[in-house]
């Protein structure tokens, strides 16, 4: 089975790569070079799994027979600013925004709200599409809670401020290891993998 990932995301990639591998599957992964790169996709939907779907969709228009895209659409939910940053989550702080840049601003929007509940989720809605049209989307949470200051040089985007619920430790400070199993994107590849098992039996 030849896999195509729909994203530009170098982490993600080496991330969804590790997870599927770690799973034995006999699964070719390819990211959007393979194909010649990702097309353009404006990521204008209202949910994650909107968003998820439009880019698989996009990438399995140049799929090979018998191939699959998968899209993730991903982000960071927080419950005081009631679900933000959301779909919003890589360009919170706008179009151009650096991972921290983002986590900067959510920090100083949580700072000025005062004492309030800084607990979060993430979550990861992964869209897999074949080129005969089949779509399925898995989805995966992590709660936790959002610390006051940045810790951790490990992973991306908001990990640095995020401790998941049960651990001490931010995502940044986790090891692939320990993150994978628990966190949001684990938690839909989990399922992911299942489907693939059943449908590669």
Known sequence: ????????????????????????????????????????????????????????????????????SLADDSGLCVDALDGAPGVYSA???????????NTNKLLHMLGALGHVDRSAAFQCHLAIVSKGGEERVFKGECRGEIIREKAGEGGFGYDPVFVPSGFTKTFAELSQSEKGGMSHRGKAMAKLIRWLEAISN
């Open 91 to 101: 360009r919170f702080a706008g179009e151009d925004a650096t991972d921290s840049d």
């Open 1 to 68: 089975m030849k896999l195509y990932l729909a994203t530009g995301n170098s982490h993600k990639i080496e991330e969804l790569r590790a997870m599927l591998a770690a799973a034995g599957l006999s699964i070719e992964v390819n990211g959007p070079t393979a194909l010649g790169g990702m097309p353009t996709v404006e990521e204008d939907q209202e949910t994650f799994s909107g968003n998820a779907l439009k880019k698989a969709r996009a990438l399995a228009a140049l799929l090979p027979d018998g191939a699959f």
